[in-house]
Structure formats: C-alpha cells, structure tokens
C-alpha cells in the first residue's frame, strides 16, 4: 500500500466519525435546526402506587382496654389511642372514670402482663417491639379501694381484708399483696429497679420463713 491509499483511506475512516466541536464552538441560530424534544415510550404496563391506610405522617392507633383486677369493677375502652400516649393519660382516664379525678392518680396502676408501668413511659415504650395488633389491654388497679356503689356514686373505701377472711400468711402468700407491694414500692422509690431489688429481698426473706 503507498502512502497516498493509505491517505485516502484513513480520510474516509475519519469522514464517517461525528465531528468534534472545540469548547467555545457556538452554533448559528439561523442556520441551526429546530428538533423536537425527545420523549420515552410508553411503557407497556402500567405502574401502580401502593395503597396507603394512612395519611402520611400519621402514627398507627390502637384500641386500649383498661381492666381493673378487683374492686372497683373498670372496665373502659379506648377506641384510636396514639401509641405515643402516656401510661399518666391513661389513669387519668381511669380517674375520670370512677370520679377520682380531684384527688389525682396517685392511688391508680397502670400494669401489663403483671409489671407495674411508670407514668414516664409512653403506650409504645411499654409494648417495645411486640405486635399486638389493633388491641392491647392494660390491668388497672385502684390502691384504697375506691369503689363504686350500685346507683353510680362513688365512695371512699378502706379494703379490710380480715372482714374478707383473708389474713396474716394468706395475704403474704397471695400474689395480690406481691403487685400491690411492687407498685407501692415503684411509686415510693420513683426507680424501677431500685424498687423491683428492694421487692425481690423482701419476697426472698419472706420465702425463707415460710413453713416447709
């Protein structure tokens, strides 16, 4: 091959490639053509956007049932409760409910699954991580006694158990006496595990001297 063909043929490779502008090229707007813009195609199927329940933003509700373990007899729902709600709403709630609202919380708890709940702590913080659906029910128990008579009224009311023939080691025997003693201690010592260390000594010591 002589250098002329190899000329020609290296022009005509290079013919067939896009020319390079320089950096500060601009185009001639009366010779430039107008293209239209470029649009994809349609896509053969459709994309459909997920179904939302809720309103963004918006934190799940629940219904919270609140169940007392004895006296006064409570019974109360609480239909589209934020799981950001305080275990301190709750009772008062509960107070509103049996009229104690005046007198305050302090003779209220709040427990689940048999653990007493700090007014602190929110529905969420309690449950953790545990899927409890659309419902979730919380022990209620009412220190004192404030009982509801039959026509509605509420009255104060000391529990004595001697007149309920339940006394001396039957009680200390009793897990009644064992939650009522923890909540007592929670509300007291204001530290959960300062109160449940003070509880678990006296629970072993009474152990210790029971009758084998």
């Avoid at 195609?41 to 169940?67: D, F, N, Y």
């Avoid at 409570?74 to 409910?97: D, F, R």
């Avoid at 004595?160 to 006496?177: H, Y």
């Amino acid at each position: 091959m002589t250098e002329l063909s190899f000329a020609k043929n290296f022009l005509s490779s290079l013919s067939s490639r896009s020319v390079k502008l320089q950096p500060d090229y601009v185009a001639d707007p009366k010779t430039l053509e107008v293209k239209g813009p470029y649009t994809l195609p349609r896509m053969p199927l459709s994309m459909r956007r997920p179904a939302i329940s809720q309103p963004p933003g918006s934190s799940p509700t629940i219904t919270i049932l609140l169940k007392s373990l004895r006296n006064p007899p409570i019974s109360l729902s609480l239909p589209s409760q934020s799981l950001s709600t305080s275990i301190h709403e709750l009772k008062s709630a509960v107070a509103k409910e049996i009229g104690t609202e005046g007198s305050g919380t302090e003779a209220i708890r709040v427990l689940y699954k048999k653990k007493p709940c700090p007014d602190s702590k929110t529905v969420k913080e309690v449950l953790g991580d545990e899927d409890v659906g659309k419902e979730v029910e919380f022990s209620i128990m009412v220190i004192g006694g404030a009982m509801a008579s039959q026509d509605g009224a509420m009255r104060d009311e000391t529990i004595d158990l001697g007149a309920q023939g339940v006394s001396g080691d039957e009680v200390l025997g009793s897990d009644e006496f064992w939650d009522d003693l923890k909540g007592f201690l929670v509300q007291r010592i204001k530290d959960e595990q300062k109160a449940a260390a003070v509880w678990e000594t006296l629970r072993k010591a009474r152990r210790t001297k029971e009758p084998t």
